[in-house]
């Protein structure tokens, strides 16, 4: 299999970037696919393809640029121009671009290859309709919310002309099936980017690091997780250190500069800037909790599964698709209020104060981590393919696709 991946990859800053480089990652090393098309947005830096291990042959086309007009166009002639046996889009609904016409004729392209005869899967990471459309930073107007919700759907129906919508949460599953009667969407989990091995769960000497990761400004927001140590610091005699790990969103370019600048007061908090692939794993093992400041979800969090693979404590609120994916997955947190800064100060207290709850919490999101490693859901993806191709070879076959689907997660 020639296949090609649509996707933000590093060193990107544009969402989704750490997942597709994960889906490469563990693509290459599947025996059936033989070269693998990187169409990823441009950079100033070279790709990062240093894997320790031997795979297939991997040929990057920088086909497009966040909220470029041309994306649309330029994708499609890469994909004309390379011909693969099959495309996988990593998508969410702001992927091409934060602004609306760029954004829209990215989501498109799905329903473009289905035109051209391309067997094609959208991973979608999140659905308009899951979507606080205020607490995103996309709009506070509810007229617009309105519209926006209008296309969003109409664009939701482009993505769903795939041969599968893959979403990684089973109520997006219901919700598709329900208001659009698709037949063709599949529960792929989100799935773990590293798995390493198990932790002796022991912290590093020095402060109790209370670390957030991530892209902030719009539904992730830090200036909670200060407060809420610093009302933890006068409880306790815990030395603590607050890392915030990451960059800003794409739609809030210059929040964390703001922050830093109305907490200079606040002693030991580090902001790391943006974290390379090859420097996740020590932000992680450092840490004593992950913190998940948002005032509402988009999607399944691959924070939560990186945390997990390190065999670390979490405190999250409970709320939207992390309070499902929690439940389903088998992960588990100390939660909080998210309008509250004194529940998660006691939330972080809670877990900084009892070690034996804190690696309690550790050991059950290793072992959640584990059950789904990214190498069997790419697996889950070839299938996938390989039962697209069945169907486009014996176009009399009696069962449809979404039988298949159903026979595949069987």
């Known amino acids: 299999m020639k296949l090609a991946i649509v996707t933000a990859y590093p060193p990107s800053k544009v969402t989704l970037t750490e997942y597709g480089y994960h889906l490469v990652k563990h693509f290459r090393l599947h025996e059936e696919v033989t070269e693998i098309i990187l169409i990823t947005d441009k950079t100033t830096e070279a790709k990062d393809l240093d894997f320790e291990e031997a795979g297939c042959k991997i040929t990057v086309k920088e086909s497009w640029e966040f909220n470029s007009y041309s994306n649309f166009f330029n994708i499609n002639k890469t994909i004309s121009q390379t011909k693969p046996d099959a495309v996988l889009f990593n998508l969410q609904f702001l992927k091409f671009g934060d602004k609306k016409i760029p954004a829209a004729l990215g989501l498109l392209l799905p329903l473009l290859c289905k035109f051209k005869g391309v067997p094609t899967i959208s991973l979608l990471h999140n659905i308009l309709e899951q979507v606080d459309l205020k607490n995103a930073g996309i709009t506070k107007n509810i007229l617009l919310q309105k519209v926006y919700n209008f296309i969003g759907s109409t664009l939701t129906r482009c993505v769903l002309a795939s041969d599968v919508l893959a979403v990684t949460i089973s109520k997006y599953v219901q919700i598709l099936e329900k208001k659009y009667k698709a037949t063709n969407v599949a529960l792929v989990p989100h799935g773990s980017f590293e798995i390493p091995p198990e932790p002796d769960y022991s912290l590093p000497e020095g402060p109790k690091q209370v670390m957030a990761f991530g892209k902030f400004g719009t539904y992730k927001k830090v200036e909670i997780l200060i407060e809420a140590v610093a009302l933890l610091r006068e409880k306790t005699t815990h030395?603590?250190?607050?890392?915030?790990?990451?960059?800003?969103?794409?739609?809030?370019?210059?929040?964390?500069?703001?922050?830093?600048e109305a907490y200079k007061h606040i002693p030991q908090i580090r902001f790391t800037g943006y974290v390379a692939e090859e420097d996740v794993p020590a932000i992680f093992q450092e840490s004593a909790v992950a913190v998940f400041p948002y005032t509402s979800t988009t999607g399944s969090s691959g924070v939560l599964h990186?945390?997990?693979?390190?065999?670390?404590?979490?405190?999250?609120?409970?709320?939207?698709?992390?309070?499902?994916?929690?439940?389903?997955?088998?992960?588990?947190?100390?939660?909080?209020?998210?309008?509250?800064?004194?529940?998660?100060?006691?939330?972080?207290?809670?877990?900084?104060?009892?070690?034996?709850?804190?690696?309690?919490?550790?050991?059950?999101?290793?072992?959640?981590?584990?059950?789904?490693?990214?190498?069997?859901i790419t697996g889950m993806y070839i299938k996938y393919f390989k039962a697209i191709k069945r169907s486009k070879i014996d176009k009399n076959a009696t069962l449809e696709l979404s039988k298949t689907i159903s026979l595949v997660e069987g």
């Not at 309690?360 to 069997?376: D, F, I, Q, V």
């Open 239 to 260: 030395d603590i250190e607050i890392v915030i790990a990451g960059t800003d969103s794409p739609n809030t370019p210059g929040y964390l500069a703001g922050v830093k």
């Open 306 to 376: 990186q945390a997990g693979s390190y065999g670390k404590a979490v405190v999250l609120p409970d709320l939207g698709d992390l309070s499902i994916l929690v439940k389903e997955e088998g992960y588990r947190g100390e939660f909080f209020d998210p309008n509250s800064v004194e529940s998660l100060s006691e939330a972080i207290g809670n877990v900084l104060n009892y070690d034996l709850y804190r690696i309690e919490l550790g050991k059950a999101n290793y072992k959640a981590a584990c059950s789904l490693p990214m190498s069997t």
